[in-house]
């Protein structure tokens, strides 16, 4: 018989999280039920069964979304709640595990918290004591004393972590894997067209976009003919539009905005070379393990990335890519053009990464992994 887990999201689910859709999907030995405040994108994350305070909060179904917001409560999850005659908690993101220690402590539930960076890097932002985030601010030191489990997604955000007062003893380091049967090699770059370099994400500080633009100069200056096609949207993009039309990339770069994940694979399969120069932002905010890296290694595309959070974890540098400083478009550039000179290099890197990705991350071995944790933290509460 399958042990339950229940499965905690403030909202399920945002496109940019379609690695916690894939991990339920891969459960061998628990049956999972999500527990959220909104359900978005039910059309795209389909299979699960989902419990929401609210489809869409309006009139008073928004006073009950805001009521759970603050205080955790709301009648219709704890009936689904007590139904689902759980084995094990599991939220994604440490504010979001605020949700579930009620449960935790009063059904005597064990739990696990997955933290995946900025739930991490905010504790030691300004931002911790700002409306938004004060009551997780508070509330993190009561996380720390009853959770069974933190599963950090790099090295560095379990030293992150332990920095701000969790016990050592109840940190794991799980990497999130990646999908080897969506993300294989596809037939390369199209050879009647230019080279495809890729970025991916939303146009925030901490993913480096502007760094990889200014990289992009460098290349184009160096005469090499290329294009950078930049998936994603944010709030930075009038910044980015700014700097494509200082630097004269207007004819190598574009945005077409945010993309369906299908698309992003498309594009990962067509691409010569994958950048990924992240940045710790200026509020602190950072990468733990960028899915990006793993989905563009796994279709056997080398990658640039920076020194920064997990991505040292997942490129082997001069093996399967390259690593450079953070905040260093020179180094990025130089890289960048390293690769698109060198067939063969690209070639032998783009081997190795496939190779790395198989030994290390495929997604199904991963969520084994993670089973095994639910059994380990459900045994010692017996």
């Known amino acids: 018989m399958s042990r339950r887990?229940?499965?905690?999201?403030?909202?399920?689910?945002?496109?940019?999280?379609?690695?916690?859709?894939?991990?339920?999907?891969?459960?061998?030995?628990?049956?999972?039920?999500?527990?959220?405040?909104?359900?978005?994108?039910?059309?795209?994350?389909?299979?699960?069964?989902?419990?929401?305070?609210?489809?869409?909060?309006?009139?008073?179904?928004?006073?009950?979304?805001?009521?759970?917001?603050?205080?955790?409560?709301?009648?219709?999850?704890?009936?689904?709640?007590?139904?689902?005659?759980?084995?094990?908690?599991?939220?994604?993101f440490g504010h979001n595990a605020l949700y579930g220690l009620r449960w935790s402590l009063t059904r005597e539930v064990p739990m696990v918290v997955s933290l995946h960076g900025r739930d991490v890097s905010l504790l030691i932002s300004k931002d911790r004591y700002s409306p938004r985030w004060v009551h997780y601010t508070?509330?993190?030191?009561?996380?720390?004393?009853?959770?069974?489990?933190?599963?950090?997604?790099?090295?560095?955000?379990?030293?992150?972590?332990?920095g701000v007062g969790c016990p050592p003893e109840k940190v794991v380091v799980h990497r999130l894997g990646?999908?080897?049967?969506?993300?294989?090699?596809?037939?390369?770059?199209?050879?009647?067209?230019?080279?495809?370099?890729?970025?991916?994400?939303?146009?925030?500080?901490?993913k480096g976009h502007l760094d990889g633009l200014k990289a992009a100069a460098r290349a184009?200056?160096?005469?090499?003919?290329?294009?950078?096609?930049?998936?994603?949207?944010?709030?930075?993009?009038?910044?980015?539009?700014?700097?494509?039309?200082?630097?004269?990339?207007?004819?190598?770069?574009?945005?077409?905005?945010?993309?369906?994940h299908a698309e992003v694979v498309a594009a990962m399969k067509r691409a010569t070379v994958v950048l990924t120069p992240s940045v710790v932002a200026a509020n602190q905010d950072r990468e733990s393990g960028l899915i990006v890296a793993k989905e563009a290694a796994a279709c056997a595309v080398p990658v640039v990335g920076t020194l920064h959070g997990g991505i040292p974890e997942i490129i082997d540098d001069g093996e399967t890519g390259f690593l450079v400083p953070e905040r260093d478009p020179v180094a990025l550039g130089d890289r960048l053009i390293q690769l698109l000179k060198d067939?063969?290099?690209?070639?032998?890197?783009?081997?190795?990464?496939?190779?790395?990705?198989?030994?290390?991350?495929?997604?199904?071995?991963?969520?084994?992994?993670?089973?095994?944790?639910?059994?380990q933290v459900i045994a010692a509460r017996r």
Do not use: W
């Open 178 to 206: 990646v999908d080897l049967e969506q993300f294989v090699p596809g037939p390369g770059p199209d050879p009647d067209q230019p080279p495809q370099v890729v970025m991916v994400g939303r146009f925030v500080e901490k």
């Open 138 to 162: 508070v509330g993190v030191r009561a996380l720390f004393r009853h959770v069974d489990r933190f599963l950090a997604a790099s090295t560095e955000l379990k030293t992150l972590i332990e």
């Open 5 to 92: 887990v229940a499965l905690l999201r403030t909202n399920f689910l945002p496109y940019s999280e379609t690695f916690i859709h894939d991990q339920l999907r891969l459960h061998q030995r628990y049956e999972a039920e999500v527990f959220c405040r909104q359900h978005r994108n039910a059309d795209r994350f389909t299979g699960h069964t989902v419990h929401a305070v609210e489809a869409v909060p309006q009139g008073r179904k928004a006073v009950r979304s805001a009521l759970f917001g603050a205080t955790s409560l709301s009648r219709r999850l704890d009936r689904a709640f007590d139904q689902g005659r759980f084995d094990i908690i599991h939220a994604h």
């Open 220 to 260: 184009r200056d160096a005469g090499l003919d290329f294009r950078l096609t930049i998936l994603g949207d944010g709030d930075l993009r009038p910044e980015y539009e700014r700097v494509i039309a200082e630097l004269g990339l207007g004819g190598v770069v574009s945005l077409p905005g945010p993309a369906p």
């Open 343 to 375: 067939p063969a290099l690209r070639a032998r890197m783009a081997a190795a990464a496939r190779a790395k990705m198989e030994r290390e991350y495929d997604n199904r071995e991963r969520v084994a992994a993670l089973e095994g944790i639910y059994d």
